[in-house]
C-alpha cells in the first residue's frame, strides 16, 4: 500500500442540479446530485468537494437539505462552498455532517470571515477557494464564478488566507477549468511554494498524467471536474474514477512518494538516474549514487579499452575452439528472443564462426514475437537447437509459490530453470564453454535489494516447499555440489560473452532488425508475458520498483544514453493501462486462479526473501572468495 | 445501544450517518441517562483541544462516562480529538485532558528540509501494532482519513495498537482495557471506516 495524493472529484451545483462549466461559463447538465455523490462514493474516491456556483448569483445562502442529503451518501470526507457568507451558515452545514466548507467571494468581501471561522471550528474544516486567471505577470483573484475581478494578486491573497487561518486553498484556474488541457503548474508552483498550508490544485486536468504534474509543482492533493464526469472524445457524461493502481502509477512515474522524499533529503542520484525505491541506495556529497562509484571502481576491471578487448577476445576464441575442436560444437548459448541472447548469437555464429548450440528453458509464457525471434535466429544462422519444456503445471505451482511467497524476485524459477539447463546441455554435449548475453555495458546497474540469488536452490526448494504442492519432477535443477561438479570436474566455465565485443543496444537492435528479421517487443524482457507482468505490474505496483531504472541507469554510466532522455523515459508509463490490465488478466487466467484468490496474493505484504531458508550467507562467501559465483 | 456523546464539538452526523449504515443501535445524545444505559461509548471530536475539554466539562457528562467505563466495563471510543481528550493534556493547549490513557498529545515535529505540510490532511495507510477486535479484518489493507497537527504519544508500548507514517511514525490508535482511541475518522474512511466501525459496535459479527 501507499500513500498517494488525495484525488478530490469536484462537482458544481447550479439551482440543485448538477453541471460542468467551461471557463466557468456554458454550464452543462451533468445529471442528479444525489446519485452522483453516491456513484463516487461508490468508487470510493479520497474526497468530494460539492460547489454551489448558484447561490451568491441568486444572492441566498447554502440549500441546507440538499447538503444534508449529499452528506448522508458520502462516507469519505466532504468540502462544500456556494453562497456560505456568514458562520452561522457554515455552523449548520458542518452540523449536518460536512468536514469543511469552503469561502470564496465572501471571504474575499470580508477576510475577516476566515478567522473567525477558523476559530470556532479549526483550521482544517475552513477551505478557502481561489479562483484565478493570468494578469500583468501574475494572477488575479477574481469573484462572483469569475464574472468580476478584484485586483488582487493571487499569490498575496493565498499568503493573507492562510495566516488567517485557513486549513487548506483550493486553487482553480480559470482559465483551464473545463478544458482537460492541462493544470496551470506555474500558478501552482507559485501559490503552493509561497503558504504553509495544503493546496488543492483544480482547473484543466483530462489525464491522471496531468494529475501527476500538478503534484510535483508543489499540489497537496488535487482535484477534477470534467475528467471525472465526462467519457472519451465526445464528453458523454459517465462517471468515471481512475483505479487506484493507476493512480499510483501515474504518481509514481512523476516522483518519488512523498514518505520517501520526506525521510531522504535526496531522492535521486545526480548522475545517473537511480533513486530511493532502492532502500539501500547512498548519496555522496555531490549526489551521486553507490551504484555509480561502484561502475567507475569495477570499470577498469571489466571495461577494457579495444585493444584490451581485443586481445582478450582472441585468447577466449583461442581457447573456446580448442575446446570444440572433434565435438559438433564450440559453445552453449543461451536464446530467449530477447536483444541481449540474440545479439549474442548473431556476433558468435556470424561474425566469429563459432559452432554454438542454443538453449532455450521453454517455461510457457513465450510470446509470440519472442519464438518468431528464436525461429528466425535459428535458420537464418543456422544453429542447433536444443529446448527443455518444463512441465506446466508444475512450473505454474513453482511460480506461484513465488508469488503467494510475496518476495521481490519471482523469476527466480525461470533464471535457475535457465541457468541449470545451460550447464545440463553442456554436460552433456561435452561443451566446456557457455557465452552468455549479460554485460557490463548495459547492465551493470541492478540494486540488491531488487532481486536474489537465482543460483540459491535451498531457497527456491524452500519456498515450494512452503506454498507449493506439486513435487518438481521435470523443473531443471542446480545445487552447489552439482555446481561444484559442472565447474571443477567438467570444467565447465561461463563467460559474459558480450563484455568481448562492442555492445551498443540501439545499433545491435537495428542490426538484428536488418539482418535476422528480428522483432522488438516492447520493455526490456518483454519476451516473456510473464516477465512483462512482473516489470510492468508487480514490480511498480507491489514492490514500488520501476526496473527501467536500473537498466536506464545502466546505459547512462556507460554512456549509452543521456540522463535527461532517461528521466523522459522515466515519466512515460511502462505500458498503457489497457495493456497492463490485460496482461494482468492474462497471467490470472494462465494460472488458473480467481480473480478473489490472485488479488489476495497480490496484495500480500511484501516479505524479504531471507524470511525463507537460504543459502545467503554462503554465497556471499563464495562471492567474496571467488569474485563470482 | 451506542451512545455518540454530544457536548457540542465535533461531527456527529456523520458518525452516526456511518454507525446506522453498519447497522448498529445508535444516537447522538447529551443525556445522562442514555449514557447510563448505553453499552458503547463514542467520543468524538473537531476543533482545538481546550475549547473541546472546556465544552466537554461544562456539559457535566464526564462523570457519566468515568462511571460507566471504570464501573461497568463499557467500551468506549474517542475519535480524533476525542482520542486526545483521553490523553493528560496536549501540546495545543493548556488544560488538562482526561489522562484516562498514560499518554500526552504533542504536534508533529520533523526533521529534514522538506517537511511535509500540516495540518496531515489525507489518507495514509495503518499499519496494526497489536492484534485487537478493534482492526479485525483490518491486519493488511487499511486507509483512513486524518485531518490533524498534534498527533498522542504513549507511554506505554503495549498501548500502541496501531501506526502511520507522516514525516514519521507515529501512534494512530491506542487501546487499554475497554478504552479506546483512533486519530484517523472512521466515519469518512468508506469500507475501511466502516469495518472498524462495525468491529466496535459488534465485535466478532
Request: aromatic share 8%; with cysteine.
Amino acid at each position: 500500500m501507499t500513500i498517494i495524493p488525495r484525488v478530490i472529484p469536484c462537482l458544481l451545483l447550479d439551482g440543485g442540479r448538477l453541471v460542468k462549466t467551461r471557463r466557468f461559463t456554458a454550464p452543462r447538465y451533468v445529471g442528479d446530485p444525489i446519485n452522483t455523490v453516491k456513484l463516487f462514493n461508490d468508487k470510493e474516491v479520497d474526497e468530494l468537494a460539492v460547489l454551489d456556483i448558484a447561490a451568491t448569483r441568486e444572492n441566498r445562502g447554502p440549500d441546507l437539505g440538499l447538503i444534508e442529503q449529499i452528506s448522508s451518501q458520502c462516507f469519505m470526507p466532504l468540502c462544500v462552498g456556494g453562497g456560505i457568507g456568514e458562520i452561522r451558515q457554515a455552523m449548520d452545514i458542518l452540523g449536518v455532517g460536512v468536514e469543511k466548507v469552503l469561502l470564496n467571494t465572501h471571504a474575499c468581501a470580508r477576510p475577516g470571515l476566515v478567522g473567525d471561522l477558523a476559530a470556532r471550528v479549526g483550521s482544517s474544516s475552513v477551505v478557502v477557494g481561489i479562483d484565478t486567471r493570468p494578469a500583468r505577470g501574475g494572477w488575479e483573484v477574481v469573484v462572483h464564478n469569475a464574472s468580476r475581478g478584484t485586483g488582487r494578486d493571487a499569490v498575496a491573497w493565498a499568503r493573507e488566507v492562510a495566516d488567517r487561518g485557513a486549513g487548506e486553498i483550493l486553487l482553480t484556474a480559470v482559465h483551464r477549468d473545463g478544458t482537460m488541457e492541462g493544470y496551470d503548474l506555474e500558478l501552482i508552483h507559485a501559490v503552493a511554494s509561497s503558504v504553509p498550508v495544503p493546496v488543492v490544485a483544480c482547473g484543466g486536468a483530462g489525464t491522471t498524467a496531468h494529475l501527476a504534474q500538478a503534484v510535483q509543482a508543489g499540489a497537496a492533493a488535487v482535484a477534477a471536474g470534467s475528467m471525472f464526469v465526462f467519457h472519451g472524445r465526445h464528453r458523454a457524461v459517465l462517471v468515471n474514477v481512475p483505479s487506484r493502481d493507476r493512480l499510483i502509477e501515474a504518481f509514481r512515474a512523476g516522483a518519488p512518494s512523498a514518505r520517501e522524499a520526506a525521510r531522504h533529503p535526496r531522492t535521486i542520484c545526480t548522475r545517473c538516474v537511480m533513486d530511493v525505491s532502492d532502500p539501500d541506495i547512498e548519496f555522496d556529497a555531490a549526489g551521486v549514487c553507490n551504484h555509480c562509484r561502484a561502475y567507475d571502481t569495477r570499470r577498469a576491471r571489466l571495461i577494457w579499452s579495444p585493444e584490451e578487448r581485443r586481445r582478450r577476445l582472441d585468447d577466449l576464441l583461442a581457447a573456446v575452439r580448442a575446446a570444440g575442436r572433434g565435438r559438433d560444437y564450440d559453445c552453449v548459448i543461451g536464446l530467449s528472443g530477447g536483444v541481449d541472447s540474440t545479439y549474442g548469437a548473431w556476433v558468435i555464429r556470424h561474425e566469429l564462426g563459432l559452432r554454438p548450440l542454443a538453449v532455450h528453458f521453454d517455461n510457457g509464457w513465450d510470446s509470440e514475437t519472442a519464438v518468431h525471434n528464436i525461429e528466425q535466429t535459428l535458420s537464418r544462422l543456422d544453429i542447433d537447437l536444443y529446448t527443455h519444456v518444463v512441465d506446466w503445471e508444475e512450473f505454474r505451482d513453482l511460480q506461484l509459490s513465488f508469488l503467494r511467497a510475496s518476495v521481490i524476485n519471482v523469476e527466480i524459477p525461470t533464471d535457475h530453470g535457465i541457468i541449470a539447463l545451460l550447464y545440463e546441455a553442456a554436460a552433456r554435449h561435452g561443451i566446456r564453454y557457455i557465452l552468455t548475453g549479460q554485460n557490463e555495458a548495459t547492465e551493470s546497474i541492478l540494486p540488491a535489494a531488487w532481486v536474489y540469488h537465482n543460483k540459491d536452490l535451498r531457497h527456491l526448494r524452500a519456498v515450494h516447499r512452503r506454498f507449493g504442492s506439486r513435487p518438481l519432477r521435470t523443473m531443471p535443477q542446480l545445487s552447489l555440489l552439482r555446481y561444484a561438479w559442472y565447474t571443477r570436474v567438467r570444467r565447465i566455465r561461463s563467460i559474459p560473452f558480450l563484455n568481448y565485443v562492442p555492445y551498443h543496444k540501439a545499433q545491435a537492435k537495428e542490426l538484428l532488425s536488418r539482418e535476422l528479421g528480428w522483432k522488438d517487443y516492447g520493455g526490456k524482457h518483454h519476451e516473456s508475458l510473464f516477465t512483462a507482468f512482473y516489470q510492468a505490474y508487480l514490480l511498480p505496483v507491489k514492490f514500488g520498483v520501476d526496473k527501467r531504472r536500473a537498466h536506464l541507469a545502466s546505459l547512462i554510466v556507460a554512456g549509452q544514453l543521456s540522463r535527461s532522455d532517461g528521466l523522459a523515459e522515466l515519466a512515460t508509463p511502462i505500458a498503457p493501462p489497457e495493456e497492463i490490465a490485460a496482461l494482468v488478466e492474462f497471467v490470472r487466467r494462465k494460472f488458473g486462479v480467481s480473480d478473489e484468490e490472485f488479488r489476495t496474493i497480490l496484495d500480500r505484504p511484501r516479505v524479504p526473501h531471507t524470511a525463507f531458508p537460504n543459502n545467503e550467507a554462503l554465497f556471499r562467501l563464495l562471492f567474496r572468495l571467488r569474485g563470482l559465483v | 445501544m451506542i451512545a455518540v456523546v454530544n457536548y457540542g464539538v465535533g461531527n456527529l452526523g456523520s458518525v452516526l450517518n456511518m454507525l446506522r449504515r453498519v447497522g448498529a443501535d445508535a444516537c447522538v445524545t447529551q443525556d445522562p441517562d442514555r449514557i447510563a444505559t448505553a453499552d458503547r461509548l463514542i467520543l468524538p471530536g473537531v476543533g482545538a483541544f481546550d475549547h473541546a475539554i472546556t465544552r466537554l466539562r461544562a456539559s457535566g457528562l464526564i462523570p457519566h462516562i468515568e462511571s460507566r467505563v471504570r464501573e461497568h466495563g463499557v467500551p468506549l471510543l474517542g475519535i480524533c480529538l476525542g482520542m486526545q481528550l483521553l490523553t493528560r493534556g496536549s501540546e495545543e493547549g493548556s488544560q488538562p485532558g482526561l489522562g484516562w490513557i498514560p499518554a500526552d498529545t504533542v504536534r508533529f515535529r520533523f526533521d529534514g528540509p522538506t517537511p511535509p505540510r500540516l495540518p496531515h490532511m489525507g489518507w495514509g495507510d495503518v499499519r496494526v501494532r497489536r492484534p485487537d477486535p478493534l482492526f479485525a479484518g483490518l491486519e493488511s489493507d487499511a486507509r483512513f482519513y486524518f485531518v490533524h497537527s498534534y498527533h498522542v504519544r504513549c507511554d506505554v508500548a503495549t498501548h500502541i495498537l496501531a501506526e502511520c507514517d507522516y514525516g514519521t511514525t507515529f501512534t494512530v490508535a491506542f487501546g487499554d482495557g475497554v478504552v479506546r482511541g483512533v486519530q484517523f475518522h472512521p466515519e469518512r474512511s468508506h469500507r475501511f471506516g466502516m469495518r472498524l466501525l462495525a468491529n466496535f459496535a459488534m465485535p466478532g459479527a
